[in-house]
């Protein structure tokens, strides 16, 4: 932990309260398990950042990876291409929303989003429109490299940025999945595209829960609307399924539940099984078409980043894919999530909790409104921790997002631990 401290500069952390808070050097990890150095364990009630499906350490991954280090570890992908990348974009053009065909690798969730808002811009400037104005929805999070900030609305991340951002507006999240809270969110989309619609060249969404934003959800109805009513100002939709997709929400992708095929989806996270960093832009054949035709300066999407479409992080993918195929996992997640909906419950009856919900394999508990200088939820990741469960707040709401592979009385244990730290807490 010294040795840490000495030269790790840790993210999303305030440094300083490593003097009260002792950091955890994990070992080695296996399934929900992490183990640290003196023989303790925990729960990965987060998934490590929601990119865990199947486990840690999981064994076709691992193996697929480590096949693909003796073959080829990397080659550049302009002018060459390889198999693992090849094959992972027909199967991700199979398996996502019709009418999404094309694939543009980067790798990690925030470039995804980059190249989505920098994809939609520069399709609308090649069929000569100037759409420099970005939408998206309050309290929004697509990630922290400046594009994806930009259009992201959570204040603790972006209000320090704010005279470096690109220009966006915000229209109203609805506040629940109620049909009220449905048609007041579409009824201000509405005026906001009366008055600015020609100017925005995409809306992007997290589509049914938001999650940086305290897993806040909301109906699949309103993203059915919102693509009927931006489609008629020419808009594109960025569905950025960073989060949401593959399996979380209870179906592969989230925009399935709307019935919708966004012009573009992000994926990264779960995307590998959590091991390593890789994000994918799928697109349609008419954003493609946009960008294709003899080489002028301006026309061909000219962004690159180093480790695009690695191989060893699309071997990963692949056998990620191939769990998928072969195990029933969504099938067998609508069980585990039923067992997290048992536990759920009996949250409500806690004086200090407002509110619970849940999509699929996302439940959360949010907290009474306590001041975010109180830390409640630190209260509770501290107590986790002593009970060998690793929860991370989002400022008072408490969450579980864990890896599917979680056993039923895994499930039972890590709420009861949060059940418990919630109960806890001194007002
Ligand atoms: N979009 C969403 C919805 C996310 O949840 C995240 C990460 N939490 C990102 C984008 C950014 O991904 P990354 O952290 O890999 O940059």
Redesign the pocket.
Known sequence: MERDLQHLWHPCTQMKDHEQLPLIPIQRAKGVWLYDFDGRRYLDAVSS??VNLFGHANPRIADAISRQTRELEHVLLAGFSHQPAIELAERLAAITPDGLEKIFYAD????A?EVALKMSYHAHRNQKEERALFLSLSNS????TLG?LSVGDVALYKETYRPLLIRNIQTPVPRDRSPEATAEALAALESILEEHGPEIAAMIV?PLVQ??GGMHMYAPEYLRNAQTLTRRYGIHLIA?E??TGFGRTGTMFACEQAGISPDFI?L??GLTGGFL?L?AVVTTEEIYRAFYGDYTEYKAFLHSHSYTGNPLACAAALATLEIFETENVLAVNREKAERMADNLHRFTALDNVKSVRQTGMIAAVEMIDYPATDRKGLEVYRHGLEHEVLLRPLGNVIYFMPPYIIENEEIDMMMNVAYEGIEGIRN
């Open positions: 950042w929601w990690n969730g925030s470039s989003v999070y697509h990630g922290e994806a997290e999650g940086a950025d960073i989060m992000c990264s996270k960093p994000s």
